[in-house]
């Protein structure tokens, strides 16, 4: 079973900095593309930054210079910092990766953390 946890989310007035971080545990063979998505209220689900299955790294258009997407490969971990938080940035974030695990056998697919709330205050 492989679960994606995270932590970090809180509440911070605008032009502060939050860093969440997101661990992957389990019966992991190998992670593919691992990054961030963001859902605010009424909105759809969309990309905040992500490393791709080629180790690069894509990022939104209205994060890009104050977000930054890093991980730990030994620990199966993903970071997110975020700097210069704005009012617009509040929302739940959720992580993402695409995980090879083996139970009984080899399995392949996408999984979802949980998601932690990020509310910034003007």
């Known amino acids: 079973q492989v679960q994606l946890v995270e932590s970090g989310g809180g509440w911070v007035q605008a032009g502060g900095s939050l860093r969440l971080s997101c661990a992957a545990s389990?019966?992991?063979?190998?992670?593919?593309?691992m990054g961030w998505y963001r859902q605010a209220p009424e909105k759809q689900r969309e990309l905040v930054a992500t490393?791709?299955?080629?180790?690069?790294?894509n990022y939104a258009t209205s994060v890009k210079g104050r977000f930054t997407i890093s991980r730990d490969n030994a620990k199966n971990t993903v970071y997110l910092q975020m700097n210069s938080l704005k009012p617009e940035d509040t929302a739940v974030y959720y992580c993402?990766?695409?995980?090879?695990?083996?139970?009984?056998?080899?399995?392949?697919?996408?999984?979802w953390g949980q998601g932690t709330q990020v509310t910034v205050s003007s």
């Open positions: 389990g019966s992991i063979v190998g992670i593919d593309a």
């Open positions: 490393f791709t299955r080629g180790s690069s790294t």
């Open positions: 993402n990766a695409h995980i090879t695990s083996y139970g009984s056998r080899y399995q392949y697919r996408e999984y």
